[in-house]
């Protein structure tokens, strides 16, 4: 009787151990080792199909993002995001929608290809996954205007081709995987201040609602990239005055406005750091070209994701925070 008691509370206490443990693993889950056996993965496939790496990275990060995004997709199993559904890899018309097997996929139309030559399409293989569709790319070419076609028929969506592109040519600049850390926004000893506004009512331009947080600051003090990734937009709008849009690896947009002016020689389709000076701070906008002081100097920020069918802005102001804080740490070592 003593016994089973024991039993029974060690096997719940062992039930809820297992029950919790898948969730403390999800979250370290961009380690080092996973950066360097995708790195693997992507210039094997590279060598098999000779569709440059950066762009299966591209599109598999592209992806990742959206998994996050939609949350309508399963988990990422693997190392590889790229998604197929049981009917695309094995085939509509294949009666065994489980099908591992290359041949009888192909007469069924299905695209599952065997990448790691075991004989098996498995649809849930990373080196299979990637295989399958480095195939699809290869057969547009290797330009670059080759790809932004076969992106497209893969898409259908001009501007998944474009943040595709951009991944693509961050991945190609810094030649690695690891560059999703994140920096504040101004150095810490500039004298700024914020508070969560996200949501409030703007004060100008209409009903819609205050999509970011504004740093007040003074004139002149330096904007920083929050993140690593392309200049996807740069140049005059009459609500955010000198702006400069980046887009980052997470498929998020950063829109930094007002400033006085942007870092000298930065331009459209520029790859960045975290980090890195692209403005600085001031108050222009609500008006015309050139227009400024209607209020006082600071850095509006804003932060929208893109989820492959639309994007959506969200409050920065608690990633602000988590920023400055690891920029204190950082500080002190
Ligand atoms: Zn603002």
Redesign the pocket.
Known sequence: MHRNRLFFIVLTILLCVQWLLPQTGHAAEQTDTTYEDRFTLYKTTETLTNVPWYYLAAVDTYERGLRKALRDRDEEQGLISIFYSPSQWAGPLNPDLGDTNPLSISVFGGVGMDGDGDGIADRFNDADILYTFAHFLEKYGFKQEDMRIALWEYYKREQSVNIVQSHAKTYKTFGHLDLHKHSFVMPLHANYSYRS?WGAKRGWGGRRI?E?T?LFAGYGVPIQSASYGTVELIGWNNYGGWRVGIRDLDNNYHYY?HLSGFEKGLKKGDVVKAGQVVGYCGSSGYGKPGTQGKFPP?L?YGMYRDNGVTEWSFDPYPLLKSWERQAYKDRKK
Request: proline share 0%; net charge negative; aromatic share 0%.
């Open positions: 506004t205050h970011g504004d406005a600071h509006h």
